[in-house]
């Protein structure tokens, strides 16, 4: 019999008795996107969604979560993160800096409590998808719920999605 895996931020939400469900996929070892994981899982691409880690000119790191089909409007992101201007942290500072491999990353249990935010077209939504912290494992869970145990705020963080 297979141990059912437990991570971190399923902890987290167990913890606030928030609900969400445990999703399991094989990857064939390897991650590409979060729009390959939609396709490979047959899910809608729209709920799916991506845990980004920017930074500051200042050096302060902000979480951003969005559309796996999506990229980040960097100009109105920043305005959300009340900063002048954010860019991507390098994938050779993820680890060390949020706990967190890239396709493992999650707003959920990270190294330190980075602000969180979701971009605003999950209130579309009644159950969006994220990383469970370990690759090949999701989370399904309302975004209200999200942004509570991130202690996170929505925002309109993405270029427009055709």
Not at 59 to 80: C, H, M, R, Y
Not at 98 to 120: C, H, N, Q, S, W
């Amino acid at each position: 019999m297979k141990k059912e895996i437990k991570t971190n931020a399923m902890r987290i939400l167990d913890n606030l008795n928030i609900e969400y469900e445990h999703v399991d996929y094989d990857l064939d070892g390897e991650f590409t996107s979060a729009v390959d994981i939609a396709e490979k899982t047959h899910e809608d691409v729209d709920i799916i969604y991506k845990t980004l880690a920017t930074l500051s000119k200042d050096g302060e790191v902000f979480i951003l979560v969005v559309p796996a089909a999506s990229t980040i409007d960097f100009k109105k992101a920043s305005k959300v993160c009340k900063v002048k201007s954010l860019s991507m942290l390098h994938l050779k500072d993820l680890k060390k800096t949020i706990g967190y491999e890239r396709g493992a990353t999650t707003a959920l249990a990270m190294k330190k409590d980075y602000p969180v935010f979701l971009d605003i077209r999950a209130k579309d939504h009644d159950i969006i998808k994220v990383s469970a912290g370990k690759i090949g494992h999701g989370l399904r869970l309302k975004p209200d719920d999200f942004l509570r145990a991130t202690k996170g705020a929505y925002g309109d963080i993405i270029n427009e999605i055709d």
